[in-house]
Antibody, heavy 117, light 108 residues
Framework: QVRLVQSGAEVKKPGASVKVSCKASGYTFTSHAVHWVRQAPGQRLEWMGWINAANGNTKYSQKFQGRVTITRDTSASTTYMELSSLKSEDTTVYYC??????????WGQGTLVTVSS | SYVLTQPPSVSVAPGQTTRITCAGVNIGRKSVQWYQQKPGQAPLLVVHDDSDRPSGIPERFSGSNSGNTATLTISRVEAGDEADYYCQVWDSYSDPVVFGGGTKLTVL
């Protein structure tokens, strides 16, 4: 069955970077784009960006442009989201999600990133 | 950027029908998805492409989309339906993926 398994919780200091991984299984990795979405406590889902798993092309939210980098390793069927210059407002849960057509049919379990001095 | 507006909360008694709206300019021209999210869990797709249900989602969940409003209808509501519900569309301008603010469904 399709699964997206994310890396574990992280604690970072302001100004640092964090890299979250999302390992896919149960399908052909290069057949589906992977998106990253985050959600602060009690807040709406917030789209961050996506990667074409086949060719590595990316597109990022204007809000995170310049701070976020999404990459993939096809040999490991894994997508990575790196967010730099972390601020306290970046303390939130980060999700990866597989795109099928216009919708996200499978999601990772979420990774909590805490930014604190 | 494109904006989707949902009511913050709705309440319904078990066994009744509830409708959650998602308003956006000419949203009827877009494909609308609905996600259910329970506390501490990742979102779960319940309706895609306005009115299609993924396998495993009960027929009690249905969707419609016209004009400036998309609607998620949940019939014969059960206690297990209590969750936050988010609508989502694709936009051709600015950020391509847009989520609504979410609606908290409370089952009385």
């Amino acid at each position: 069955q399709v699964r997206l398994v994310q890396s574990g919780a992280e604690v970072k200091k302001p100004g640092a970077s964090v890299k979250v991984s999302c390992k896919a299984s149960g399908y052909t990795f290069t057949s589906h784009a992977v998106h990253w979405v985050r959600q602060a406590p009690g807040q709406r889902l917030e789209w961050m960006g996506w990667i074409n798993a086949a060719n590595g092309n990316t597109k990022y939210s204007q809000k995170f442009q310049g701070r976020v980098t999404i990459t993939r390793d096809t040999s490991a069927s894994t997508t990575y989201m790196e967010l730099s210059s972390l601020k306290s407002e970046d303390t939130t849960v980060y999700y990866c999600a597989r795109l099928d057509g216009y919708f996200f049919d499978y999601w990772g379990q979420g990774t909590l990133v805490t930014v604190s001095s | 950027s494109y904006v989707l507006t949902q009511p913050p909360s709705v309440s319904v008694a078990p066994g009744q029908t509830t409708r959650i709206t998602c308003a956006g300019v000419n949203i009827g021209r877009k494909s609308v998805q609905w996600y259910q999210q329970k506390p501490g869990q990742a979102p779960l797709l319940v309706v895609h492409d306005d009115s299609d249900r993924p396998s495993g989602i009960p027929e009690r969940f249905s969707g419609s989309n016209s004009g400036n409003t998309a609607t998620l209808t949940i019939s014969r509501v059960e206690a297990g339906d209590e969750a936050d519900y988010y609508c989502q569309v694709w936009d051709s301008y600015s950020d391509p993926v847009v989520f609504g603010g979410g609606t908290k469904l409370t089952v009385l």
